[in-house]
């Protein structure tokens, strides 16, 4: 099966820009272009030359790949949960032992 990056860089792109706290206008004004460009990138109507990815990612604080490699917002979710199941035994455990 054919991977589809562009869908994985769309939702990393939004994912990453809402962990930094940037709106689109935002986003917009430190990658120097207009509003409506990164509208249509985040809505799929239009593909970012390689330069804009470029500056996506420094805006970002990220390396251009983290945009493409996978979706982030569930990777995330799925390390929240895989330390989540190791770490709250762990610390009851710890909890009951000293109190």
């Known amino acids: 099966m054919k991977k589809n990056y562009y869908n994985d860089f769309i939702t990393n ?3 990453y820009r809402a962990k930094k706290g940037f709106s689109q206008i935002t986003l917009a004004g ?3 272009c ?3 460009t990164i509208g249509c990138i985040e809505a799929g109507k239009v593909q970012p030359s390689f330069d804009m990815i470029l500056r996506l990612a ?8 983290d945009l493409f490699l996978r979706n982030s917002s569930s990777s995330v979710g799925e390390m929240k949960n895989r330390l989540r199941k190791k770490l709250i035994p762990q610390i009851e455990e710890f909890i009951d032992k000293e109190l």
């Open 34 to 36: 207009s509003n409506s």
């Open 13 to 15: 792109l939004k994912f």
């Open 58 to 65: 420094e805006a970002l604080e990220i390396h251009p790949a």
């Open 30 to 32: 430190v990658c120097n």
